[in-house]
């Protein structure tokens, strides 16, 4: 698969469960920290977005969680985007960094709710165009 932007993070003691591994919902965490990134790298501010009243929000997600994380475990966490409709879809995938080894796969979905409604955002479009186009 083609990603279009990765970083790398490390699994802290306080994300792990009674069994010592992450807990399933500190992959989501990971995934908005990664698109939150991303955004940046795009020259974008999710906050400064927001106070121009577009507001990007998650519609709907799917994950697979494939292989535990443990604490001090070093990941990468790797995107590629893809636009249906108004819908902006990332494909977000988390490896444990030792070994390459695939730990997390996601396919999350979000929309634009621009002054409260669904709707476009132009400066989200042109921030992410080079990547529709590939």
């Given at each position: 698969?083609?990603?279009?932007?990765?970083?790398?993070m490390?699994?802290?003691?306080?994300?792990?469960?009674?069994e010592?591994?992450?807990?399933n919902?500190?992959?989501?965490?990971?995934?908005?920290?990664?698109?939150h990134?991303?955004l940046?790298e795009?020259?974008?501010?999710?906050?400064?977005m927001?106070r121009?009243?577009?507001?990007?929000?998650?519609?709907?997600?799917?994950l697979?969680?494939?292989v535990?994380?443990?604490?001090?475990?070093?990941i990468?966490s790797?995107?590629?985007?893809?636009?249906?409709?108004?819908?902006?879809?990332?494909?977000?995938?988390?490896?444990?960094?030792?070994?390459?080894q695939?730990?997390?796969?996601?396919?999350?979905?979000?929309?634009?709710l621009?002054?409260?409604?669904?709707?476009?955002?132009?400066?989200?479009?042109?921030?992410?165009?080079?990547?529709?186009?590939?």
């Open positions: 698969m083609k990603y279009y932007f990765e970083t790398r490390e699994v802290r003691d306080y994300e792990c469960d009674i010592g591994i992450v807990n919902a500190q992959y989501i965490h990971y995934c908005e920290h990664t698109r990134l991303f940046k795009c020259g974008l501010s999710f906050a400064e927001h121009k009243g577009v507001d990007a929000v998650v519609a709907r997600m799917q697979q969680y494939k535990p994380l443990c604490p001090d475990d070093e990468i790797r995107l590629r985007l893809e636009k249906e409709g108004i819908k902006y879809v990332f494909f977000q995938d988390i490896y444990r960094a030792a070994d390459e695939l730990c997390f796969r996601g396919k999350i979905e979000l929309v634009c621009v002054n409260g409604r669904l709707g476009r955002s132009e400066d989200y479009d042109r921030a992410f165009e080079r990547f529709f186009e590939q």
